[in-house]
């Protein structure tokens, strides 16, 4: 079955750096749009970035544009997000996602892993 892992998060201080990575299994994972959401207590579920299989193209909230940059490695199968500049807003649970395509992604339609916690001290 289709298995997503994220690691790298924690808690960092306001203007500091985080890199979150998703591992992937179960799937052929140079086919899959990957995506990064994230969801902060009492608030809806947020996306944050994507990145396309084919031509990586990237998708970026506008609360993390210029800040956040998303990247994949499919010898590796896995995504990264690197965070800078955080903010105490930022401080959520970060959700990794893969589906087949943009749309699909940002429709919260695809795969989903477990979840892991940045927390941004000010």
């Known amino acids: 079955q289709v298995q997503l892992v994220e690691s790298g998060g924690g808690l960092v201080q306001a203007g500091g750096s985080l890199r979150l990575s998703c591992a992937a299994s179960?799937?052929?994972?140079?086919?899959?749009?990957m995506g990064w959401f994230r969801q902060a207590p009492g608030k809806e579920r947020e996306f944050v970035a994507a990145i396309t299989w084919g031509d990586l193209r990237t998708y970026y909230g506008d609360s993390v544009k210029g800040r956040f940059t998303i990247s994949r490695d499919n010898a590796k199968n896995t995504v990264y997000l690197q965070m800078n500049n955080l903010k105490p807003e930022d401080t959520a649970v970060y959700y990794c996602?893969?589906?087949?395509?943009?749309?699909?992604?940002?429709?919260?339609?695809?795969?989903w892993g477990q979840g892991t916690q940045v927390t941004v001290s000010s």
């Open positions: 996602t893969a589906a087949r395509g943009i749309s699909t992604v940002q429709r919260m339609s695809g795969y």
């Open positions: 179960g799937l052929t994972f140079n086919t899959y749009t």
